[in-house]
């Protein structure tokens, strides 16, 4: 390994997990509003407190947004927070969203999911 990765990886070590709760892998199709627009996205993970997207349109640290999406056969509705985003290498936009609202039993449906994925 070269001093540079060594140096990398050592940093990466150090960086602290602002996670609050264990992510369960997905990969679903969610419809996300990002400032006013409808966009398909692709959910990868996804916790009680939050969901990641990907992305061809590009997200702003603090926008608004609205999502729908399916898990096992239930539809979540939620509203949230961009909490981070990231260019990947494919061209597409990887974002964080915070969920601040999850309409009816989204968050009973999310937890369960999350639950038996980690299980």
């Given at each position: 390994?070269?001093?540079?990765?060594l140096n990398t990886r050592s940093m990466l070590q150090h960086v602290t997990d602002?996670?609050?709760?264990p992510r369960a892998r997905l990969g679903v199709?969610?419809?996300?509003?990002?400032g006013g627009r409808l966009v398909d996205a692709l959910g990868?993970?996804?916790?009680?407190?939050?969901?990641?997207?990907?992305?061809?349109t590009s997200a702003r640290v603090g926008d608004e947004v609205s999502l729908v999406f399916f898990l096992n056969g239930?539809?979540?509705?939620?509203?949230?927070?961009?909490?981070?985003?990231?260019p990947t290498r494919g061209g597409c936009t990887s974002f964080g969203v915070r969920f601040t609202a999850i309409e009816e039993d989204g968050p009973f449906v999310v937890a369960t999911y999350c639950c038996s994925?980690?299980?």
């Amino acid at each position: 390994m070269t001093p540079s990765a060594l140096n990398t990886r050592s940093m990466l070590q150090h960086v602290t997990d602002r996670r609050r709760a264990p992510r369960a892998r997905l990969g679903v199709s969610v419809t996300i509003t990002v400032g006013g627009r409808l966009v398909d996205a692709l959910g990868s993970d996804v916790s009680p407190g939050g969901i990641r997207v990907l992305a061809s349109t590009s997200a702003r640290v603090g926008d608004e947004v609205s999502l729908v999406f399916f898990l096992n056969g239930d539809i979540v509705s939620a509203r949230g927070t961009v909490q981070w985003c990231a260019p990947t290498r494919g061209g597409c936009t990887s974002f964080g969203v915070r969920f601040t609202a999850i309409e009816e039993d989204g968050p009973f449906v999310v937890a369960t999911y999350c639950c038996s994925t980690l299980s």
